[in-house]
């Protein structure tokens, strides 16, 4: 490598360096922010049903009203803003116009807040990774000339925003060379090392160097959990279709509703959340805590409006269902929202039925919680299509590895179940329906 490359390369890595940090630090804000609105909504849920009749239509109206403004502000301030961002900043990387980022960072962090307040199945991840992209364009601004370190800023601030919310680097360093086909050349490789490493380094700082979701201790999967992990990719690649079909379906219908306003129809969807505390309110939000609580041998769910059904297989099933369902309704809404959330919470229930239907098998292997990783894992990557950054991403969350075979053996089932039917990757078919509803605009 010659003088004039090597200072190119620092000078990127300095960029990076800075995109990483900047990018730690506006996703750490974010996600204090997305607690308190999720506060707020709670608060407002246990306290406005006191007041009785006043108090239901209050809180209706409440979310109807936030679910219109989240839509609102996206629509007005930056329609590009809208769902997770992941196809924009995708577009961005095959060479596309720069993001307007001025305008997507206040209309991502605004908007996400208003729909998280509805209690909208939604998470945090997509617009982590859109406010990454756009603070890589950002500090690549007017000083970067060459569009293709630009774009590989672009594509670290993306793998910064994916490291810093989930506390997984390395997911957001896979995320950006098998999602967003990131160029595999030393330059945009550096910087998207160094952008989540530093992304990594704000968020250990503000929230603890510990997994995300707390250290997770299972034993090493034995032959028994192997061939149920098999057996797990099956349902969780089936599901991951399924979920993939729900999210194109309902924004399909929704798109098809072309006299009725925007605005309207985000406020429906976010009614939506209304029934589904009544049913079952841990399907509120990304709600990685379900994830979490079944890792850790709780009783979930533990919610049901059916007390008879808390804890139980049946439970679960009805669980997963309306999670699915509300995840469709919720991004069909057209606010800001990720779907990385929701595939690993439905996937992880789904590995839990099958743990506790094979524990006979194997009663001191905790299968339930193997399985609920290795589903959690499962579903996520059959739905994007994205096996290296699925399987890798759930042992982040967990700092847990001795179970890499089973997941990956999940992992693997689930995405040649995705592969065998035809369907397509969730980014891509979502990019499609874009394509077809812009050409027929």
Same mark, same amino acid.
């Given at each position: 490598?010659?003088?004039?490359?090597?200072?190119?390369?620092? #000078?990127?890595?300095?960029?990076?360096?800075?995109?990483?940090?900047?990018?730690?630090?506006?996703?750490?804000?974010?996600?204090?922010?997305? =607690?308190?609105?999720?506060?707020?909504?709670?608060?407002?849920?246990?306290?406005?049903?006191?007041?009785?009749?006043?108090?239901?239509?209050?809180?209706?109206?409440?979310?109807?009203?936030?679910?219109?403004?989240? #839509?609102?502000?996206?629509?007005?301030?930056?329609?590009?803003?809208?769902?997770?961002?992941?196809?924009?900043?995708?577009?961005?990387?095959?060479?596309?116009?720069?993001?307007?980022?001025?305008?997507?960072?206040?209309?991502?962090?605004?908007?996400?807040?208003?729909?998280?307040?509805?209690?909208?199945?939604?998470?945090?991840?997509?617009?982590?990774?859109?406010?990454?992209?756009?603070?890589?364009?950002?500090?690549?601004?007017?000083?970067?000339?060459?569009?293709?370190?630009?774009?590989?800023?672009?594509?670290?601030?993306?793998?910064?925003?994916?490291?810093?919310? $989930?506390?997984?680097?390395?997911?957001?360093?896979?995320?950006?060379?098998?999602?967003?086909?990131?160029?595999?050349?030393?330059?945009?490789?550096?910087?998207? /090392?160094?952008?989540?490493?530093?992304?990594?380094?704000?968020?250990?700082?503000?929230?603890?160097?510990?997994?995300?979701?707390?250290?997770?201790?299972?034993?090493?999967?034995?032959?028994?959990?192997?061939?149920?992990?098999?057996?797990?990719?099956?349902?969780?690649?089936?599901?991951?279709?399924?979920?993939?079909?729900?999210?194109?379906?309902?924004?399909?219908? #929704?798109?098809?509703?072309?006299?009725?306003?925007?605005?309207?129809?985000?406020?429906?969807?976010?009614?939506?959340?209304?029934?589904?505390?009544?049913?079952?309110?841990?399907?509120?939000?990304?709600?990685?805590?379900?994830?979490?609580?079944?890792?850790?041998?709780?009783?979930?769910?533990?919610?049901?409006?059916?007390?008879?059904? =808390?804890?139980?297989?049946?439970?679960?099933? /009805?669980?997963?269902?309306?999670?699915?369902?509300?995840?469709?309704?919720?991004?069909?809404?057209?606010?800001?929202?990720?779907?990385?959330?929701?595939?690993?919470?439905?996937?992880?229930?789904?590995?839990?039925?099958?743990?506790?239907?094979?524990?006979?098998?194997?009663?001191?292997?905790?299968?339930?919680?193997?399985?609920?990783?290795?589903?959690?894992?499962?579903? $996520?990557?059959?739905?994007?299509?994205?096996?290296?950054?699925?399987? /890798?991403?759930?042992?982040?969350?967990?700092?847990?590895?001795?179970?890499?075979?089973?997941?990956?053996?999940?992992?693997?089932?689930?995405?040649?179940?995705?592969?065998?039917?035809?369907?397509?990757?969730?980014?891509?078919?979502?990019?499609?329906?874009?394509?077809?509803?812009?050409?027929?605009?």
């Amino acid at each position: 490598m010659g003088a004039r490359s090597t200072r190119r390369l620092l #000078r990127a890595c300095a960029a990076a360096l800075a995109v990483g940090l900047s990018t730690g630090l506006v996703v750490a804000a974010y996600r204090l922010a997305l =607690h308190s609105a999720m506060a707020t909504h709670d608060r407002a849920w246990t306290a406005l049903p006191r007041l009785g009749a006043i108090g239901w239509a209050t809180l209706v109206a409440a979310t109807a009203a936030a679910g219109a403004a989240a #839509r609102l502000v996206v629509k007005h301030l930056a329609p590009e803003a809208t769902g997770s961002g992941v196809p924009t900043v995708e577009e961005r990387l095959r060479g596309g116009a720069p993001l307007r980022w001025r305008r997507i960072l206040p209309a991502k962090f605004g908007g996400g807040l208003l729909a998280t307040v509805t209690g909208m199945s939604l998470g945090p991840e997509g617009p982590s990774v859109h406010m990454g992209a756009c603070l890589g364009e950002a500090i690549a601004g007017g000083a970067i000339r060459d569009d293709r370190l630009r774009r590989a800023l672009v594509a670290a601030g993306s793998s910064a925003g994916l490291a810093g919310v $989930f506390d997984a680097p390395v997911s957001g360093i896979l995320f950006a060379f098998e999602e967003l086909r990131c160029e595999r050349a030393l330059l945009p490789c550096a910087t998207v /090392v160094v952008a989540a490493l530093a992304s990594r380094f704000v968020g250990g700082r503000v929230f603890g160097e510990g997994p995300l979701l707390g250290p997770v201790d299972l034993p090493t999967p034995g032959a028994v959990a192997i061939v149920l992990a098999a057996a797990c990719g099956l349902l969780c690649g089936a599901t991951g279709v399924l979920f993939n079909a729900a999210i194109v379906a309902v924004a399909n219908f #929704r798109d098809r509703r072309a006299l009725v306003p925007d605005e309207a129809k985000a406020a429906v969807s976010a009614a939506c959340a209304i029934p589904v505390g009544f049913l079952l309110p841990s399907a509120w939000f990304g709600n990685l805590g379900v994830l979490r609580g079944l890792l850790h041998g709780a009783v979930v769910p533990g919610d049901l409006a059916v007390p008879a059904l =808390h804890g139980t297989l049946a439970g679960l099933a /009805v669980f997963a269902a309306v999670k699915l369902g509300f995840t469709a309704t919720s991004y069909a809404s057209g606010a800001v929202g990720g779907l990385f959330a929701p595939p690993l919470v439905i996937g992880a229930a789904l590995g839990a039925i099958m743990g506790r239907l094979g524990d006979p098998l194997a009663p001191q292997a905790q299968l339930p919680q193997v399985l609920a990783l290795a589903g959690a894992a499962a579903v $996520f990557a059959a739905s994007m299509r994205l096996p290296l950054t699925g399987i /890798v991403m759930v042992l982040e969350l967990t700092g847990h590895v001795r179970n890499g075979l089973a997941v990956a053996t999940s992992v693997g089932v689930a995405c040649l179940v995705a592969a065998a039917v035809g369907a397509h990757p969730l980014y891509e078919a979502l990019e499609a329906r874009r394509a077809i509803g812009s050409q027929s605009a």
